[in-house]
């Protein structure tokens, strides 16, 4: 059986989640058993909606604020009590999946010594939740015994500088469908009409709203300019008053949380990612790419081993906001730039296929 846990400080929905459930759907669907255990109401309604097998538990929030550390004690019980009971329904040759830093702490050394494989999915890069967490020696101590996997190279560095081996660490890229390429998939532009797309949780470290703020100039200069946003968060009520109050609402169009982007993606002439935090990956970016869609996306994080500036998309440095514009104006104008941004991006995505990251998995449990 292959067993997935998540036990996180809130629920949400995005890169992490819809990972987990891809992984999930293709053990299921070559023969192997799966169950999701969590506390994660997103993610529990993921697998309901996909008749995946799986089972709530309320375990207390994960110990990664200073508020759900001061309930650690009583979290740690309540976990260790939850997934003892969990264990003696689980196979000896079961493989575990742990996502979040309760079963990771509670769970690990139970599982090792039962005798079931541990791995770790590390889907975002230490933080400050994690270096200054009283937790960390445990974890440092623990993680000795699992392998690790992350979902970038640059993570891989992060985790090595907070003090795991190296060794332990395995990078294997999330996976996303590689349809054909199509010319006619570069849309519009040069006078016609132009559509930014955004695709993400509208979030502050996200930079959604601040990105809007430097773009409002733009659509007031440019009639031909329209934003697609999809996604949800606490920044969405503020992204609706501040196109209100720039009098552009109607170019503005926001649509909400899409499991499928195929429809998404037709629709947009570029894909802005502005991210304000260093991206441990940077899916929306990837699948973009992989529908002929050139990017532009803030330099940050693991964004610059999915885009090589200038070839495969375009970047934005964080000291320089300006360059938001003039980058969406140099795709809008240059319509063989951006044919050949589109194809090159398209071409680099390739490596990043559905495929090989389930092969990568598959190997794992042997």
Not at 237 to 242: T, Y
Not at 266 to 272: E, G, K, T, W
């Amino acid at each position: 059986m292959i067993c997935f846990f998540k036990f996180p400080l809130e629920d949400s929905l995005g890169g992490a989640e819809l990972h987990t459930l891809k992984l999930a759907r293709h053990f299921a669907d070559h023969g192997r058993g799966v169950k999701l255990f969590t506390s994660d109401q997103k993610l529990f309604r993921l697998f309901e909606k996909n008749n995946l097998p799986r089972q709530r538990i309320m375990a207390g929030p994960e110990p990664v604020s200073r508020a759900a550390l001061w309930h650690w004690p009583i979290t740690y019980l309540r976990a260790r009590f939850a997934f003892k009971k969990i264990l003696k329904s689980i196979p000896l040759e079961s493989v575990c999946f742990f996502q979040s830093l309760t079963e990771k702490i509670v769970l690990t050394p139970l599982a090792v010594r039962g005798g079931i494989k541990v791995l770790w999915l590390e889907h975002k890069v230490p933080g400050r939740w994690m270096r200054n967490n009283p937790l960390l020696q445990s974890y440092k101590r623990l993680g000795k015994q699992i392998r690790i996997i992350t979902v970038s190279n640059f993570a891989k560095k992060e985790f090595i500088n907070l003090g795991m081996a190296e060794k332990n660490i395995q990078v294997i890229y999330p996976g996303i469908r590689t349809p054909p390429y199509f010319p006619s998939l570069v849309k519009e532009g040069a006078g016609g009409l132009f559509t930014i797309g955004v695709l993400s949780r509208l979030d502050p470290e996200k930079g959604v709203l601040n990105f809007l703020r430097h773009g409002l100039p733009y659509l007031q200069k440019h009639q031909n300019w329209e934003i697609l946003m999809a996604g949800s968060g606490k920044e969405r009520l503020e992204i609706i008053e501040l196109a209100k109050s720039a009098g552009l609402e109607d170019r503005v169009e926001m649509i909400g949380f899409l499991e499928d982007k195929t429809d998404f993606f037709s629709r947009i002439s570029v894909l802005a990612y502005p991210s304000r935090v260093a991206e441990s990956f940077g899916v929306a970016a990837l699948e973009a790419q992989a529908h002929g869609v050139p990017v532009v996306a803030a330099r940050l994080g693991a964004l610059e081993e999915i885009i090589k500036h200038g070839e495969t998309g375009l970047l934005v440095d964080q000291d320089k906001p300006e360059q938001w514009g003039e980058y969406l104006e140099k795709l809008d104008s240059d319509r063989q730039f951006a044919a050949a941004v589109s194809k090159n991006g398209w071409s680099a995505s390739q490596k990043f296929s559905e495929g090989r990251m389930f092969q990568a998995f598959d190997r794992l449990l042997i």
